[in-house]
């Protein structure tokens, strides 16, 4: 059987099946093994954490729509976000970067700008990597290895607890949606932009036009200003910082494929049910207006669109300042209640490698 | 200008340079930074060894030569090597799996039962990773995190060491040079056979029979009892155990990319000299044999071919149980004396990604 019909899903349960024992041995120094954001090592009493994610060109990236730039900052938030969802800091940072030898080499040293500016934004060092050819696919590896002192897994959910995210998810999955349908013209115009992404004091990008998409064949102008942070947390999604969440998170993991599938996951490994409220499921409003012109449902965008890096944890009923309560945990099904209280299944949908098509 | 006329040495040396001052900060934990073969990271007193390294179809392995299982067993020694190259012990691993979709399941599980028997071999225990598709290249990272309490790094040989190696090199390049030459049927035969590299108790296999090479278009018949060990050290070699040197070794280098440029890596990060009497260069009596029937010079495939992962080491005077001593430490030019006391330039050639061809 082929993989594309097999799923990632079903292959990952059977690796975790089949070398579980061994990781779960007592004495071993493993806090947590395989199957959460990163593992937790135990090292003389400090706990370690370590993850390590692939980007593939043709897969996680099309070099039409991100510059290398985009691409260095992208691989080392997607790996520190996994060390944060985990409640812990990112610190040392190793790379492996497989570039087609006819690759010029201003792409590898724009690729290196971008992951420096990801490296200065977390403070992690770089450590050791290397650097091989490819016959045809660019391929990225990073591994982070990070510092926790509360380490929140995804298996820690009680019945009770509510459900939060710390921002509107679908701006990433609305942004992948805008830069297909951008002209040529725009979308060189936005692979070249390098958005200083969650910083403070963020500049105001005072040179960029207008951009131009294409919706039923017919060229539309949409704002860049309205349109930008979706790019923005496409390209270059910022990792959020979990400490302000610490008090307060029994279970934790960040957006990557999905609000639902990643929900899905906590609801998984703690082995409980979910209810969650459509009308609170929060939406932005570069996400509402850019949806309305490319007549997308910004709401199944939120639902199922992936790599928004947002932190979404449960905790014990309260507020918890900086995060949207969507909903709560439950000894029940997972269902979405809409605004009539009509429940329906939540449906961890979400990208599947080697998923059918 | 392409990467392929920068070479992947150029490029390293500028990310090194580049990155340096922050990995070299006292107090950052950091007690090995970019440029040896693992990192070494203190954690509580604790040395922790941290290396990653990629395999990618096309460039370090041809899937007609090597079956998944003996490409999951490499991906594994190769990294378990670089921490033994330091003096340390393999504990943990990471692995970044991108396959083709269309790959068959098949493929998968081989690659893993290699893995696992790795795994079993150096008893390192599976932690994390991910599995996504690739659109042509298959490709494999490992990360691999060890322990150490005296770690060896490539800076320390001092005037006056001795350099020893410990088994004969040339024998994996020579490996791949007969799977090169092999009928398509022995080629199959080959890749068929799952070498248990390395354990006590080997078994001779015992259903293997000779193989086919072509020499100048003719066929020519080779001993497979005489070439396996050739073909094993080339599709499934095993990391040396560093321990028996520990009380020896100045510094260390595990012989990855050829002994003359693994050997130039020391005497470049230690600042000195050497001088190799090519008399003394062990050659297996399976690359002698091998060598001849191929018409190659076994000397040049023990000087510059990779993939062996012996450990070559520098150590004061002194004999050294179970090594070979090949020369010295000097304080001047790097050179190799042959029989006649004439001294030759010891170039360090090797293989090197994105150099010119």
Redesign the interface.
Known sequence: ????N?G?LH??RE?RR??SP??DAPG???LV??GDD??V?D????K?L?????M?????FDLDFSSPFHLGFKLVSVNVSDIMAMGGSA??L?L?L????????T??WEL?EGI?AA?ELYRV?????????????T?F?A?V?GEGDRIVTRGAASVGDRIYVTQPTGDSACGLELLKRLTPESREAVRRERFIAGRPGRQESGGQRDLEILVHSSATIVSWKRTEPLLARHLMPVARDPVPLLPYASAMIDVSDGLFIDLSRICDESGVGARVYRDRVPLSDALHYAAEVMELDPFVLAASGGEDYELLFTAPAGSVPGAFCVGEVTAGERVVVDGDGREMPLRGEGYQ??GPA
Chains 1, 2 share one sequence.
């Open positions: 059987m082929q993989l594309r097999r990632e292959l990952l690796i089949r070398f061994v990781s071993s120094g493993v093994g395989i990163a593992a090592i090292s003389k009493g400090k370690l370590v993850t390590t994610d692939t593939n060109e043709g897969i996680h610190r040392y190793f492996n497989s570039m087609r030898e006819n690759a010029d080499e792409f590898f290196y420096s490296m060092e770089l450590l050791g990597g290397d650097l091989t050819a490819a016959v045809h696919d391929s590896t591994t290895i490698h080697f």
